[in-house]
């Protein structure tokens, strides 16, 4: 697997909390990407990053936002957790746009 | 936006036989296809991916297939093992403008031995 971590890696809140989510790399890829999983919908981007402060909206952004202020790191924050946003996390990295994703091993989140 | 759908939902075939799964995309500028493999409980993987500029592309048992004019692209397991049993995700993105992947919903796989 390539050098990407995500932490932590089970999360448990309660609505209306703040929850951040940490996304971490060591093949110096350009490109990082959150998905979240849910049944019968695939992996949905939520934002992606192109560079160090250089990010953009995937299709599901409502109610996330994210912040990569050095290569190696992506966070996404859930400014106020609901639970439509119980979740499976899918963090990725890739060299370039039309290239292969490599996926992080996942952050189960469930908001209660 | 674009739009991946993705056929059949659920596939179970025979040890040694074949299966297809399809997929439809929407936005006619995208032009690579890649398919990813994930087994339960873990992470997405890239199996196999094709640019636009070629129409059949083969790896061993695995192949995939691009029709630009129907806006289609199928992938194709010969000699199915148990092994192969996963959810099965197209994805199709353009080179211009917002080119992350666009992912269809999954297929789940089983291989009966």
């Known amino acids: 697997d390539a050098g990407i971590t995500q932490s932590p890696r089970h999360k448990v809140t309660e609505t209306g909390t703040p929850v951040t989510l940490r996304c971490h790399q060591t093949?110096?890829?350009?490109?990082m990407y959150w998905y979240r999983q849910d049944p019968g919908h695939g992996l949905r981007l939520i934002h992606y990053?192109?560079?160090?402060?250089?990010?953009d909206k995937g299709e599901v952004s409502d109610g996330y936002s994210v912040s990569r202020s050095k290569t190696e790191d992506f966070l996404l924050t859930l400014e106020s957790a609901t639970s439509s946003q119980t979740s499976v996390y899918f963090c990725?990295?890739?060299?370039?746009?039309?290239?292969?994703?490599?996926f992080g091993p996942g952050t189960r989140l469930l908001v209660l | 936006g674009e739009n991946v759908e993705q056929h059949p939902s659920t596939l179970s075939v025979q040890e040694g036989d074949s299966a297809v799964i399809k997929c439809t995309y929407s936005?006619?500028?995208?032009?690579?296809f890649p398919w990813y493999k994930q087994e339960l409980g873990k992470r997405p993987q890239l199996i196999i991916d094709?640019?636009?500029?070629?129409g059949e592309k083969k790896d061993q048992r695995i192949a995939v297939t691009l029709n630009k004019t129907a806006k289609h692209f199928s992938l194709h397991i010969t000699e199915t093992q148990p092994e192969d049993s996963a959810v099965y995700f197209c994805?199709?993105?353009?080179?211009?403008?917002?080119?992350?992947?666009?992912f269809g919903s999954g297929t789940r796989l089983q291989v009966q031995p």
């Open positions: 990725a990295i890739s060299p370039g746009p039309q290239e292969t994703q490599y």
């Open positions: 093949e110096n890829h350009r490109y």
């Open positions: 990053s192109y560079g160090v402060k250089d990010t």
């Open positions: 936005d006619s500028a995208s032009n690579y």
């Open positions: 094709i640019r636009s500029n070629v």
């Open positions: 994805a199709a993105s353009k080179k211009e403008g917002r080119r992350a992947l666009t």
